[in-house]
């Protein structure tokens, strides 16, 4: 089979999980669509939004419409290294038997990453970055594929310990989470308060996970499409060249080149996603704001005028 009848294969396929998960969650596209561009690219996602939304279910109904396995975190601020990545301990013939924490799961909750300490956090860096963790000098690949998705309240400060910016910069995505719609909310509401519970059945293997990942990387960019992504990237940077009033006013940090490869990445998967085989800028505009908002850094001016992360971002367009 080509690639092109195998692509379209898995496009097919795509659509009925996005008709599966929608059994269980009403609205919320945009967010599910991100998320699922974000895996379908290899990367992981940090979600930001008040309690009650849905986001631990969400993720939940996903890795099992996925076919893989799931694994909730709490961080807590008592939450140690060995208790996500396990731990090594004597066996009945006195020989030490290494025990695997949750860590080593397809899919990772970590919901409320902020709630714990650094070291534990840093925890979490090698995996996130090299699919595998080191322990007692021991070397132990995660299994493939392997997503974090991380949860954040964004009103709750108190007791936090915020995410420094290297751990921020292995996220593809941050995607904000907001209120339902009033219809959705209803629905919401006739389908949690009664006794029968969709079931959601399981539409993509592992393999067939790992596969389409492997299409998307093959599939080609024009050379103007990459230019516009490291242009727009370049421009966030206050002290580059090729930066613009907005930036050089209102922020102290920009994004580094990981920023690029995740823009050309997700936009290769967005355009997929949309029935084409090439993305445009059209792709890189429209996964920009996710991959960028975590990335840049504002200053105190932007607080105190109130100019949001966001509008910064779409002035670089």
Same mark, same amino acid.
């Given at each position: 089979?080509?690639?092109?009848?195998?692509?379209?294969?898995?496009?097919?396929?795509?659509?009925?999980?996005?008709?599966?998960?929608?059994?269980?969650?009403?609205?919320?596209?945009?967010?599910?669509?991100?998320?699922?561009?974000?895996?379908?690219?290899?990367?992981?996602?940090?979600?930001?939004?008040?309690?009650?939304?849905a986001k631990t279910l969400m993720v939940n109904t996903i890795s099992k419409a996925l076919g893989l396995d799931f694994k909730r975190i709490q961080f807590t601020p008592d939450l140690m290294p060995s208790d996500i990545l396990g731990s090594e301990i004597l066996d009945s013939d006195?020989?030490?038997?290494? %025990?695997? +924490?949750?860590?080593?799961?397809?899919?990772?909750?970590?919901?409320?990453?902020?709630?714990?300490?650094?070291?534990?956090?840093?925890?979490?860096?090698?995996?996130?970055? @090299?699919?595998?963790?080191?322990?007692?000098?021991?070397?132990?690949?995660?299994?493939?594929?392997?997503?974090?998705?991380?949860?954040? /309240?964004?009103?709750?400060? @108190?007791?936090?310990?915020?995410?420094?910016?290297?751990?921020?910069?292995?996220?593809?995505?941050?995607? /904000?989470?907001?209120?339902?719609?009033?219809?959705?909310?209803?629905?919401?509401?006739?389908?949690?308060?009664?006794?029968?519970?969709?079931?959601?059945?399981?539409?993509?293997?592992?393999?067939?996970?790992?596969?389409?990942?492997?299409?998307?990387?093959?599939?080609?960019?024009?050379?103007?499409?990459?230019?516009?992504?490291?242009?727009?990237?370049?421009?966030?940077?206050?002290?580059?060249?090729?930066? %613009?009033?907005?930036?050089?006013?209102?922020?102290?940090?920009?994004?580094?080149?990981?920023?690029?490869?995740?823009?050309?990445?997700?936009?290769?998967?967005?355009?997929?996603? /949309? +029935?084409?085989?090439?993305?445009?800028? @059209?792709?890189?505009?429209?996964?920009?704001?996710?991959?960028?908002?975590?990335?840049?850094?504002?200053?105190?001016?932007? @607080?105190?005028?109130?100019?949001?992360?966001?509008?910064?971002?779409?002035?670089?367009?």
């Amino acid at each position: 089979m080509s690639d092109v009848a195998s692509l379209k294969q898995h496009l097919k396929k795509y659509e009925t999980l996005k008709q599966e998960i929608s059994k269980v969650i009403v609205g919320q596209d945009a967010v599910i669509e991100q998320i699922l561009i974000s895996i379908f690219s290899g990367g992981h996602s940090l979600l930001v939004g008040v309690p009650g939304l849905a986001k631990t279910l969400m993720v939940n109904t996903i890795s099992k419409a996925l076919g893989l396995d799931f694994k909730r975190i709490q961080f807590t601020p008592d939450l140690m290294p060995s208790d996500i990545l396990g731990s090594e301990i004597l066996d009945s013939d006195r020989q030490f038997k290494f %025990i695997k +924490g949750p860590i080593f799961s397809n899919i990772i909750l970590a919901d409320e990453i902020n709630r714990t300490p650094p070291k534990t956090q840093a925890a979490l860096l090698e995996a996130m970055q @090299e699919r595998s963790v080191t322990i007692a000098g021991h070397h132990h690949k995660l299994n493939a594929p392997y997503f974090v998705l991380a949860t954040q /309240n964004p009103i709750e400060q @108190e007791g936090t310990y915020p995410l420094p910016e290297a751990q921020l910069d292995r996220f593809m995505f941050s995607i /904000n989470l907001t209120y339902p719609s009033f219809e959705e909310e209803v629905q919401v509401v006739k389908l949690t308060t009664v006794s029968t519970k969709s079931q959601v059945e399981v539409v993509f293997s592992a393999s067939e996970i790992l596969d389409f990942q492997a299409l998307i990387r093959k599939i080609p960019v024009a050379d103007n499409v990459i230019e516009y992504a490291v242009k727009m990237v370049g421009k966030t940077r206050p002290d580059a060249s090729s930066t %613009i009033p907005i930036i050089k006013k209102y922020v102290d940090w920009g994004a580094g080149p990981r920023a690029s490869q995740n823009l050309i990445l997700a936009a290769k998967t967005s355009a997929v996603f /949309n +029935g084409k085989l090439s993305p445009d800028i @059209e792709d890189v505009q429209a996964v920009a704001i996710s991959i960028l908002r975590h990335r840049i850094i504002k200053n105190y001016k932007a @607080e105190a005028d109130g100019v949001s992360i966001e509008s910064i971002i779409e002035n670089l367009f």
